[in-house]
Structures are given as structure tokens and as C-alpha cells.
């Protein structure tokens, strides 16, 4: 499975970027998917997750009413938006996924990583 994470870039403070993640060698529909950001000097922190069905989700309580995260199985992807962004969203947002199908865990514990996509918000 190799997951492709897009749509960071260098925005200002209020902005906003949607972010896009891309499974190649498996469809995601049936998969749990989860956005992660890890900042400078700091720990990876789970940000938003979805269930393989869309009906539950996780959003972390600092981006909560500012991120939206969605699926669209049709194009086998997963989608984080971001509004009014703050400059301590600044970070390296990376997608995950579970090995199992049709499973949610409800935990930051995740099984194959994407590469990361830069997010920079000036104040």
C-alpha cells in the first residue's frame, strides 16, 4: 500500500488548504484513514480519523470546527480541510491507514504511513 499526501503549501494565518490523500495498490473504501501532523520538536499527533463507512469520525480538539476531514471512495481518496489557519498548525501532515478492512479502532494506532506534505501558516 503507498499512500500520497498533497495539498500543503505556505498560506497566512486565516487561510485555507485542503489537503488530499492517494492510495495506490488498494482501494481505501473499506479502509479507516487517518490525518497526522508532527510539528518541530514535537510528537506526532493524531489530527482526524474516519471509519471505512464515513459514519464516525475523530477530530483532534484543537482543530475542531476548523478541520473537516471527508472521503470520496469513487476517487479513493481522503480529504482534510483546513480553515482559519493558525500558525501553530504549522506542520508535516501525514496520511494513514489500517491493514484490516471494515475495522475502526478509535486509536492513533495506524499500520502504513503516506509521506508527509509540508503545511506552513504565517501569522
Known amino acids: 500500500v503507498q499512500l500520497q499526501a498533497s495539498g500543503g503549501g505556505l498560506v497566512q494565518a486565516g487561510d485555507s488548504l485542503r489537503l488530499s490523500c492517494v492510495a495506490s495498490g488498494r482501494t481505501l473504501s473499506t479502509y479507516a484513514v487517518g490525518w497526522f501532523r508532527q510539528a518541530p520538536g514535537k510528537e506526532r499527533e493524531l489530527v482526524s480519523d474516519?471509519?471505512?463507512?464515513?459514519?464516525?469520525?475523530y477530530v483532534a480538539e484543537s482543530v475542531k470546527g476548523r478541520f473537516a476531514i471527508s472521503r470520496d471512495n469513487a476517487k479513493n481518496t481522503v480529504y482534510l480541510q483546513m480553515n482559519s489557519l493558525k500558525p501553530e498548525d504549522t506542520a508535516v501532515y501525514y496520511c494513514?491507514?489500517?491493514?484490516?478492512?471494515?475495522?475502526?479502532?478509535?486509536?492513533?494506532?495506524?499500520?502504513?504511513w503516506g509521506q508527509g506534505t509540508l503545511v506552513t501558516v504565517s501569522s
Open positions: 474516519i471509519s471505512w463507512s464515513g459514519n464516525t469520525q
Open positions: 494513514a491507514t489500517l491493514s484490516r478492512s471494515y475495522y475502526y479502532t478509535g486509536t492513533d494506532d495506524y499500520d502504513y
